[in-house]
T-cell receptor
Framework: AQSVTQLDSHVSVSEGTPVLLRCNYS??????LFWYVQHPNKGLQLLLK??????LVKGINGFEAEFKKSETSFHLTKPSAHMSDAAEYFC???????????FGTGTRLKVLA | DSGVTQTPKHLITATGQRVTLRCSPR?????VYWYQQSLDQGLQFLIQ???????AKGNILERFSAQQFPDLHSELNLSSLELGDSALYFC???????????????FGEGSWLTVV
């Protein structure tokens, strides 16, 4: 069965410093992996996705993630945090066996001025 | 704007009542998903439809039901409402059925349900 673990429920960074949101997954198949962002009272917006092409995936708003099969990780990074990045972030793995998307429990990012 | 439209955006109703939430998927998308998001339980997958047929079921209560119509819009029916059903209900859509390689789901803005 597929699963995804977001290792931090809350992350705080100062504006202008790097962001690292961690995600580990388990998958019986070649996984598709996604990161979504949810701003307060808004829907989930796709940041980026990995689908077995390049292991370093670039997304919107300066975010990127690296697929590391040996570590079963798909961590999200950004070189320099902006106040507008404050939101909740979800790591998602798709299950090709059950047609389901498996969501992590989310990481709430706080950006300090 | 994801292209997924949900109505109503906000809804307040009393316990024991029934409500219907409506979702129009993105143009060309055949698959619709429903999720419930609450503070205590996080984001929970409820049910998925593909081209009018139920494809996957998650943590959907028996008091809840859904369907996808021939024009591909979907409705989520919530009945005998309880205080604990207060949540944000999301609809999402994708071109093909969920879980296949690279198939991306796009979310609507959600319907806020408050049960009083």
């Amino acid at each position: 069965a597929q699963s995804v673990t977001q290792l931090d429920s809350h992350v705080s960074v100062s504006e202008g410093t790097p962001v690292l949101l961690r995600c580990n997954y388990s998958s019986s198949y070649s996984p598709s992996l996604f990161w979504y962002v949810q701003h307060p009272n808004k829907g989930l917006q796709l940041l980026l996705k990995y689908t077995s092409a390049a292991t370093l995936v670039k997304g919107i708003n300066g975010f990127e993630a690296e697929f590391k099969k040996s570590e079963t990780s798909f961590h999200l990074t950004k070189p320099s945090a902006h106040m507008s990045d404050a939101a909740e972030y979800f790591c998602v793995v798709s299950d090709q066996g059950t047609y389901k998307y498996i969501f992590g429990t989310g990481t709430r990012l706080k950006v300090l001025a | 704007d994801s292209g997924v439209t949900q109505t109503p955006k906000h809804l307040i109703t009393a316990t024991g009542q029934r409500v219907t939430l409506r979702c129009s998927p993105r143009s060309g998308d055949l698959s619709v998903y429903w999720y419930q998001q609450s503070l205590d339980q996080g984001l929970q997958f409820l049910i998925q439809y593909y081209n009018g047929e139920e494809r996957a079921k998650g943590n959907i209560l028996e008091r809840f039901s859904a369907q996808q119509f021939p024009d591909l819009h979907s409705e989520l029916n919530l009945s005998s409402l309880e205080l604990g059903d207060s949540a944000l209900y999301f609809c999402a859509s994708s071109v093909i059925s969920g879980g296949l390689a690279g198939n991306t789901i796009y979310f609507g803005e959600g319907s806020w349900l408050t049960v009083v």
